[in-house]
């Protein structure tokens, strides 16, 4: 996809045609990141060095751009501004390649939306981002959480590994639409090679490396697309001091509202002329919500 913008020159306006580019995103400091970037690099003769992003090694492929960086992770804020400062390219989405840590412990590989919306002023981001900030969710996210779990059964991933959407969480900052793709649970499965593989081929194919037009591009406007998932954690809400029967949802205090807002916003920068669904979940909030 090329944009069309003009400069002036004197009296006259110059059409220039910029390209537009999706970055992806990994660390050498994770083996769930360098994993799949190394086989993404692997896969094809085409890429090339690009640029230097301050310390950050970059490769050319197409209409892809692969940043490898040695800070974790969540630490780069606004990747997709600083690549476009440097090269003059349009940043389209950022997708980042990381581990996914949960309490289970299980095999999975995941996809999930960025932001930390609930968060106030004065809290800390201690996994990057901002106090109330949502990343614009990639309109990929639903379409490659089902070809994420083509992909996976097709190469026995399954049911070893799970497939799962994961809740908004964490950082770095950017302003374009984003994801993160991950492998869990442990640095056991975090160093699993065929995991390694299944994410570099999700990525590849996805991206249209291999020749395809890719897969959930949101100028085709098909099928069922996904924005913020907020879970319990990111609607905090404080209970009312005057006792109701009912309470108007006024009446209760905390920053999940805040994080709807924002959640829903953000959606819908990311999906513009789209018709945005919001599920609440009926078990959603503290106890005395329901016993209101």
Not at 42 to 67: E, H, Y
Not at 121 to 136: F, I, L, M, N, Y
Not at 234 to 251: A, G, I, Q, R, W
């Amino acid at each position: 996809m090329r944009f069309l913008s003009w400069l002036k020159s004197g009296r006259q306006k110059v059409w220039r045609v910029e390209k537009m580019v999706s970055l992806v995103v990994a660390t050498t400091s994770d083996p769930a990141s360098i994993g799949p970037a190394s086989a993404l690099l692997a896969m094809s003769s085409d890429w090339c060095p690009g640029p230097k992003l301050q310390d950050i090694s970059t490769f050319l492929n197409g209409r892809v751009r692969l940043l490898k960086q040695d800070r974790g992770i969540v630490e780069e804020d606004n990747l997709d501004k600083r690549w476009e400062e440097l090269t003059g390219e349009i940043v389209d989405e950022i997708i980042f390649l990381s581990k996914h840590v949960a309490v289970s412990n299980r095999p999975a590989v995941t996809v999930h939306p960025i932001g930390v919306p609930h968060l106030q002023s004065q809290e800390e981001c201690t996994a990057g981002g901002k106090p109330g900030w949502a990343g614009p969710p990639c309109p990929r996210i639903g379409p490659w959480l089902r070809f994420m779990k083509t992909i996976a059964e097709a190469h026995n991933l399954t049911p070893e590994f799970e497939v799962t959407l994961e809740a908004t969480h964490h950082g770095p900052v950017v302003s374009k639409p984003a994801m993160f793709v991950e492998i869990g649970s442990t640095e056991e499965y975090w160093k699993r090679q065929d995991a390694a593989q299944v994410i570099a081929l999700v990525v590849w194919q996805g991206l249209g490396l291999d020749g395809g037009n890719g897969v959930g591009n949101w100028t085709e406007k098909e099928d069922v697309w996904v924005g913020h998932l907020l879970s319990g954690y990111s609607l905090p809400m404080e209970e009312p001091s005057l006792k109701k029967k009912e309470y108007h949802f006024n009446d209760i205090g905390g920053t999940w509202k805040d994080a709807i807002k924002v959640a829903v916003a953000t959606t819908r920068e990311a999906f513009p002329g789209a018709e945005v669904l919001v599920h609440l979940d009926s078990k959603m909030g503290p106890l005395w919500w329901h016993l209101g």
